[in-house]
């Protein structure tokens, strides 16, 4: 899949590591918000 530069990131809901649900929208227009995904790493 080829992302253009700008394009918005579609909307999801995790848990972060409290265990607190958070959805990307929560940050929408308020930060900027770097995923990583740390591949096979617990």
Do not use: C, H, W
């Not at 253009?4 to 579609?10: F, G, K, L, S, W």
């Amino acid at each position: 899949m080829i992302v253009q530069i700008d394009t918005r990131a579609p909307d999801f809901e995790m848990q972060d590591f409290r265990g607190a649900s958070i959805r990307l929208s929560d940050f929408r227009n308020q930060k900027n918000v770097v995923l990583v995904f740390n591949r096979g790493f617990f």
